[in-house]
């Protein structure tokens, strides 16, 4: 893969390092910066390259300096607020517009970073910036020349958009979908309609409150009372000089939910709303004046591949996102786990919880996962970024059309698999902090609210699983029949060797033979193949068995099909990681632990699916499964002492990640008492003192009404 | 194990049920209720018996009634609201008494039940409540009777307490604790000091806004400037008359947390503040006039399980709290799952998502973890007055002081498995539950937020567990030197097959042979020995190679002794749910159901570890594995068309339950959209319209800034 963020070249050294990175804050976490292998400066600008660390630089010190994003300790934002201050920092980044076309031409990874960099401040503004500019003008942007009006409308904010698809009672099954727009021949408009509540659309981010338009998804019926099937329209939903909704439509906010309330979802009832005939998106199809549907695909299946190919970048972003908020989560736990002490040798000497094994273990992995899931999901973009280039030139080869299909099937793994660790993660983080971590002001409860979501939308995870596993057995044939194959980025070629891995055992003879992330790497190119089998034969036994496709296909998720994605999709991301850091031209100051990572990740990651390794005799004897485990734990061990320096090349500035025991000083207890007293009604007596002084409760009073 | 909660009759008929347990209103959810093998009521009836139904009907229908505990839909409370809120309605508790002394004697479940019923409502009036008249009033009530005068207040609220342990740099480590109580001769007065504000007290639940008196953990300093270790001290913090703090104390609210938010937790410090000599809680220790020290009990380790015994009661709870969380998630995600259809074998008929073999997979076992959890922590609640009765009776008996120990070290790892499980579970209801799972107003994130700390408080559940695998480990010695031993409460005696059972394997042939929980039963205890004797060995290991204790038992946690704790207590969790289940006085009629959960639990769980009985030879081949998953997933089968009735016994009625997509009837659709309409500013125009409507951003103006 030839790819910008391959081997960026250190290049620069000690001194514009500095400049591009300055030093942390002197304090009790320097212990541990003193015993890392590495300079972790030299780390970031080999992962990211100056140009993208200085974007980074600017968009954060920009959001720091701006008093719109000030933060305020300890006071309580009513949701009301909450949406108000994130709508108001969102008119800040149209102020700021950080990023030329030109800039994005050039690099479009800077889009990427920019999203992210906005995102680690608060997810809110970042999504509702983020869903007009991208997703709705994207939307229009991809169906024709005649919205040009309208997207710079889009861009200087006389519009804001919202993308509704999703209705109260339709989500992932996205073809049950009920709204209805109808072709009126005789005043040449489209006539959308709400059946009822339950088609009502919903959870429609920007809508709740401020959106004036929305992509509108809905059936296609044409004068001849055919339905067409789903295609999209835009329709005006609020007035745009008074916020207040349109004629016919009935428009409001969902509520609270766990996570993300800057952001304000919403629902919308159509009643027979009339839109002139040119806002149907004509991506899919069109109508003519008389009403005669035309697609402009010739067949249903090219439709489908293009549509899935750009379905695609959000699942890229969405596992993006996710590394992130798992970035985010062990900023905060190692910095805390190494400046917490408790308990230690003798009762005068407490030391770090990051020594001990059990908190090793359980952070050192997701920290190396951390890594990896990062350089995967930038590598997708990139990825995407080609397959994007095609669709803008109309490509309509072969090569693009399976090249869309690998990406979909890549992402569609990705996301859940991103989206569970961070939660997990999150999790885990949160636990590790102890009860700090269950403090609001250390924003690990933040990180896992509004991760969680990513768990749903653009698809639910588990059924997304189901796309990948799909793609995987559709090279079934290709393999029994013996047929050479590939695909565009090679992700499936080692199936072809499919009955050769079959027959591969494990080899390692010590723990020392298992710390290469070559040795997961075979390991889950085996588990790959023999879950194939095994789900090809389980569905052929299901229908077999007299079971509908629909029944058979269903009944093979568990233990087949689903393991099959995952297995999958952890076997791509590993093999990225592992071909970037076994590349000779890493600097050979950070090969060492950039290798510990990958080799940590694979193992760790395989070790989930070990009895598997051993139900299908890949693996035997008591001591294969003790040279993983043990592996994993000497890997941990080894890693303890970068872990520091590890998430100081990626936590960003102590002002955005926001949490005193995440900070990079590491004086966790006068950085939490600081903000404790900060918040102005830590010391106040309650409002409500008199109902404990004057009015006592007479106990058993009420105990005759029981 | 004699027990009330054993075997209840299932006395009385069906009219009796029908009195107890209306019926539900008809719905969506009566096509599954029809399917179910078993009469809910009936089941209802069985576990709990009249009595505690009745308790329970008495309580959910006071609080339904109470315009106190009235919902609020779609108001944002905020925290300083919610806090008022909290503490109202605790007052209504005092007035409610809903149990007399004289009931709790005669049935100590009955105390257990009231905390459960008032926490499906909300847990932070529940936590303040018991915070104050459990804890508070435990802790003074077991040190001596010189109290009874302040126990007095305690119940007319003439004061309010809290339990003052954890301080901001220590918690887990309770040795740690640096505040200091010095007896002063001159005055007899004890004086109270925080050294600096890392040894502030933090954390405290009811001490952030308005408790007035405390029980502070602090090192006793005898004139002679020895330090006789931590010990227990009353004292007020708060004026009883104005809530304002007492001199020399600085004490305030630590803020917002990630969920429990009606609960004021705090912090306080002490400038040196005299408290008369009477206020220590000489439960361990106590200073004479002349400032001699002297302790209650003859040896350290006499006074240490007595400690031990009496803490265990916190730890109990919060398993059943959690438990208690596993039921309300499942409620909600059982019955969205059995109403919401999604996809289906033609475009035109959907399936409830609850057929998905996926979906099943994904809730069932938890459900059964749900009954199997229920009956565990009601079992060692009995055990545990049990134990309490001899304390109260002064028993030194041996057998007390291993009824302290048991009990501890049972508590230590069901309390860990229990919060986990329920945290576990609340995460998977959530995304169960599609986008809808993210609406706050459906619960579910409340559940996960609230019961998250369960996971922390009381020890961290993985320091916790060490606990557990000492007690464990402790009886290696006998098992080599083949001395006969038993523990009072039976859990350990199978140990004493240690080497017989070590030489067992795997028997089942076929999938039928597994739907017992005996064949995972028999499994557990292979895998309980066999982790057993591979910690020992890697102990050995450690310090053979020059490691001292401290440093030895920390590199055995990972893969060893953590494991061992975790499968020891799944282990004994399966064993009295599988002893409950296969009695034969269980009503034939409950009895296939009850059997399946008991199954599913025990091979669900067993799954996890399928790994380790491989790798120590307890299984081979590929169709051992094989049997395990299939007849989790045939057990999953089995029980679908049973999950909503099982739901159905312990769900709390909707006012409790309080989401709507968990509501008996089943209308999920019109649930939500009344509820959200009933959000009186869900239709608004926002406050802030003309933020976008007047004032609208110059794209780019602030890029020369950056
Ligand atoms: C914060 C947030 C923001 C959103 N923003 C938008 C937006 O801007 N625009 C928009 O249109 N939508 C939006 N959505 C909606 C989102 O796209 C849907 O929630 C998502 O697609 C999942 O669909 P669902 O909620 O209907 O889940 P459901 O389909 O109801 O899924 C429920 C459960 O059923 C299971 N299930 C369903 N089908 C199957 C199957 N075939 N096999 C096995 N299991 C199955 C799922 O795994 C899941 O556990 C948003 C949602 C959230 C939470
Ligand atoms: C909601 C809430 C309410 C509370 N209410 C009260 C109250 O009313 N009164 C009160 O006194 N306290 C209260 N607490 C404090 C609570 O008891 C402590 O948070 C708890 O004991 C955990 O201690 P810690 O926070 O110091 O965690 P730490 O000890 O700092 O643990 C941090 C991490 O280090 C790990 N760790 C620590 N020691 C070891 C070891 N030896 N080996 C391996 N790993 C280790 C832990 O596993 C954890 O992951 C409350 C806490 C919460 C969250």
């Known amino acids: 893969m030839a790819s910008t963020v391959n081997l960026k070249e250190a290049n620069g050294n000690q001194s514009s390092w500095d400049t591009l990175l300055p030093d942390f804050p002197k304090g009790p976490l320097c212990k541990y910066r003193k015993k890392a292998s590495f300079n972790w400066k030299e780390m970031a600008v080999f992962l990211d390259g100056e140009d993208i660390i200085q974007l980074k630089n600017r968009i954060f010190s920009a959001l720091e300096n701006d008093p719109f994003f000030a933060h305020r300790p300890g006071e309580d934002l009513s949701r009301e607020k909450y949406q108000e201050l994130t709508f108001l920092r969102c008119k800040r980044l149209f102020e700021y517009d950080f990023l030329t076309q030109q800039e994005i031409i050039e690099n479009p990874l800077k889009i990427f970073n920019m999203v992210i960099c906005i995102g680690m401040y608060d997810w809110s503004p970042c999504l509702q910036y983020f869903l007009h500019c991208g997703v709705f003008a994207g939307t229009i942007l991809s169906a024709s020349n005649r919205f040009a009006d309208l997207l710079g409308k889009v861009f200087n904010m006389e519009i804001f958009g919202c993308f509704a698809l999703t209705e109260l009672s339709h989500g992932t099954n996205t073809k049950g979908i009920r709204t209805t727009a109808t072709f009126d021949r005789s005043t040449q408009e489209f006539i959308i309609n709400t059946p009822d509540f339950e088609a009502a659309k919903f959870w429609v981010g920007n809508m709740g409150k401020h959106a004036t338009h929305a992509v509108v998804y809905a059936q296609l019926y044409t004068p001849d009372g055919q339905c067409q099937g789903l295609h999209s329209f835009i329709v005006q939903i609020r007035d745009t000089k008074t916020l207040l909704p349109m004629p016919g439509v009935m428009v409001g906010d969902i509520g609270k939910k766990l996570g993300q309330n800057g952001l304000d979802n919403g629902f919308a009832m159509f009643h027979n709303v009339r839109i002139p005939k040119e806002n149907i998106l004509n991506i899919a199809g069109d109508v003519t004046a008389e009403g005669k549907y035309s697609s402009s695909f010739k067949d249903v299946k090219e439709r489908f591949s293009a549509s899935l190919g750009s379905l695609s970048i959000g699942r890229i972003l969405i596992t993006a996102v996710s590394a992130t908020n798992l970035k985010l989560a062990l900023s905060i736990a190692i910095r805390f786990s190494a400046t917490r002490h408790q308990f230690g040798p003798t009762d005068?000497?407490?030391?770090?919880?990051?020594?001990?094994?059990?908190?090793?273990?359980?952070?050192?992995?997701?920290?190396?996962?951390?890594?990896?899931?990062?350089?995967?999901?930038?590598?997708?973009?990139?990825?995407?970024?080609?397959?994007?280039?095609?669709?803008?030139?109309?490509?309509?080869?072969?090569?693009?059309?399976?090249?869309?299909?690998?990406?979909?099937?890549?992402?569609?793994?990705?996301?859940?698999?991103?989206?569970?660790?961070?939660?997990?993660?999150?999790?885990?983080?949160?636990?590790?902090?102890?009860?700090?971590?269950?403090?609001?002001?250390?924003?690990?409860?933040?990180?896992?609210?509004?991760?969680?979501?990513?768990?749903?939308?653009?698809?639910?995870?588990?059924?997304?699983?189901?796309?990948?596993?799909?793609?995987?057995?559709?090279?079934?044939?290709?393999?029994?029949?013996?047929?050479?194959?590939?695909?565009?980025?090679?992700?499936?070629?080692?199936?072809?060797?499919?009955?050769?891995?079959?027959?591969?055992?494990?080899?390692?003879?010590?723990?020392?033979?298992?710390?290469?992330?070559?040795?997961?790497?075979?390991?889950?190119?085996?588990?790959?193949?023999?879950?194939?089998?095994?789900?090809?034969?389980k569905l052929k036994k299901e229908k077999q068995s007299g079971q509908s496709d629909f029944e058979a296909k269903n009944n093979c998720q568990v233990y087949y099909c689903r393991s099959l994605a995952i297995a999958f999709i952890e076997q791509t991301v590993l093999q990225r990681y592992h071909d970037y850091t076994h590349d000779p031209n890493i600097p050979s100051t950070l090969q060492t632990v950039l290798k510990n990572l990958s080799a940590l990740y694979g193992l760790w990651s395989l070790s989930k699916h070990l009895a598997v390794l051993y139900q299908g005799g890949y693996v035997s004897g008591e001591q294969a499964g003790r040279f993983i485990q043990n592996a994993i734990l000497e890997l941990c061990y080894r890693l303890k002492d970068d872990a520091v320096a590890l998430v100081d090349v990626f936590a960003p500035p102590d002002f955005i990640l926001n949490s005193p025991i995440g900070k990079a000083s590491g004086e966790l207890y006068k950085n939490m008492w600081s903000e404790i007293l900060q918040g102005n009604k830590a010391l106040n007596r309650p409002s409500w003192w008199a109902e404990f002084c004057i009015n006592k409760p007479v106990t058993g009073r009420l105990r005759s009404r029981l």
């Open 348 to 537: 005068e000497e407490e030391i770090p919880v990051l020594e001990y094994q059990t908190q090793q273990w359980r952070l050192l992995p997701y920290l190396a996962a951390a890594y990896v899931l990062d350089y995967f999901s930038k590598s997708l973009f990139e990825n995407f970024v080609e397959f994007f280039a095609g669709l803008l030139t109309k490509q309509r080869s072969q090569r693009q059309a399976d090249l869309g299909r690998e990406i979909h099937a890549l992402c569609a793994a990705s996301k859940p698999l991103s989206s569970w660790t961070a939660q997990q993660a999150a999790q885990e983080c949160r636990e590790a902090c102890g009860g700090h971590g269950y403090l609001a002001m250390n924003r690990l409860g933040e990180i896992r609210n509004d991760n969680d979501p990513n768990c749903t939308y653009e698809g639910d995870n588990n059924v997304l699983l189901q796309q990948t596993s799909n793609y995987l057995m559709s090279w079934m044939n290709c393999i029994r029949d013996k047929v050479p194959f590939e695909s565009p980025l090679g992700t499936i070629n080692f199936l072809q060797d499919y009955h050769h891995i079959l027959g591969r055992k494990f080899t390692a003879v010590s723990v020392e033979d298992c710390m290469d992330s070559s040795v997961p790497l075979a390991a889950y190119k085996w588990l790959v193949c023999y879950l194939l089998r095994e789900s090809d034969l």
